[in-house]
């Protein structure tokens, strides 16, 4: 599989340790951090035309993961 751009740890390098940390302790964190997770793959699956999907889904999936990244980014920095 090739890589996938924007994980969390590359996102947020600085907080590599906290985030590893908080899936394991925080049950919304870790909630958030999956949900990220998929809508990311999402996104680079249409991105790489594995899985296409019209423009207007794609840029609502962008919107979702650029979401999901500030609250976890709040979470991280708090």
Known sequence: MSHTPHELHEEFPEFAE???????????????????????????RAETNVEPTDQFNEEEMRKKRAALKDEIYKMLSA
Do not use: G, P, Q, S
């Open 18 to 44: 906290k985030i590893t940390a908080m899936k394991t302790t925080d049950a919304h964190f870790a909630k958030l951090a999956e949900e990220y997770h998929e809508v990311n793959r999402a996104v680079h």
